[in-house]
């Protein structure tokens, strides 16, 4: 099994190739574009997408645009979440948001960027280019009906913004899980794995996706359960997702390991 750092590894160097040079015209958009995806970050989904390469009996290094794709379609996301028209947020990572830093125009045009920057290259993987591009299609529309979702709240009787009831789940399976099934499938098409397996990867994708959300529902304190219920969809969700695993053809014990880490995670 790799490390977590010789995926690192093929994540950023791939992410350095496909940006462009700080210095590449227009500066002010090449700079508000590497000052987005350099700011840190888990990096997860990327990793994702190399390790469901392997998992399906592939090489990682098949899936390296596909997982810089779906890094630089995350990024996309946030700046665009970051804006004043959307979350106002001025920090993102404890640095600067792209919106503060470069100004909100640039803003816009640094997240539209990406999202075509993404696009392009997860058309660079080895096979299954279509199947690779739609599935990022389809996931990234997901994750955008997902945050028009997030927008609808409804306050409650101690004056917080809650989501409505009937909108949670689609909330957390498309803000959330879409891009970890976008991850996970787009990595498995790119180790050229079979139908069956490119399922039961989405499957684990969905399932972490959700237990990722129950976690920072945890640690953000604005759970919409109980500790005790969101403590337990967690776990639910977590061994849901390392079951799915149980039907790959080559070696998923990362994926499982960072199946594991989401439970009790501290950030």
């Not at 960027?113 to 279509?130: E, G, H, I, K």
């Not at 039907?247 to 594991?260: D, N, P, S």
Request: aromatic share 6%; with cysteine; hydrophobic share 45%.
């Amino acid at each position: 099994m790799r490390t977590r750092e010789e995926y690192l590894s093929i994540v950023e160097s791939t992410l350095d190739e496909v940006l462009p040079k700080e210095d590449e015209r227009p500066a002010a958009l090449s700079a508000a574009m590497r000052w987005a995806v350099g700011t840190g970050g888990k990096r997860i989904r990327p990793m994702i997408c190399l390790a469901a390469a392997e998992a399906v009996g592939g090489r990682a290094e098949d899936a390296r645009y596909p997982a810089a794709a779906v890094e630089l379609l995350h990024n996309y996301t946030l700046v665009h979440d970051d804006l004043p028209a959307m979350d106002g947020d001025e920090i993102r990572r404890g640095k600067a948001s792209v919106w503060a830093r470069f100004g909100e125009a640039n803003g816009i045009l640094a997240g539209d960027a990406l999202q075509a920057l993404a696009f392009a290259t997860a058309a660079r993987a080895p096979r299954n280019v279509p199947g690779i591009v739609a599935a990022l299609g389809r996931r990234g529309v997901g994750v955008v009906a997902g945050q028009v979702e997030d927008l609808v709240r409804e306050t409650s009787a101690n004056g917080a913004k809650v989501l409505p009831a009937d909108t949670v789940d689609f909330v957390y399976e498309h803000k959330t899980a879409d891009l970890f099934m976008a991850a996970a499938t787009m990595g498995g098409l790119a180790g050229g794995g079979d139908a069956e397996s490119v399922e039961a990867l989405r499957r684990f994708a969905l399932n972490l996706g959700l237990a990722f959300q129950y976690e920072d529902d945890l640690l953000d304190g604005d759970s919409p359960w109980g500790r005790g219920e969101t403590e337990r969809r967690a776990a639910d969700s977590t061994n849901a997702a390392v079951s799915a695993l149980a039907e790959l053809k080559g070696g998923a014990e990362f994926l499982r390991e960072i199946a594991r880490s989401l439970i009790g995670r501290k950030t």
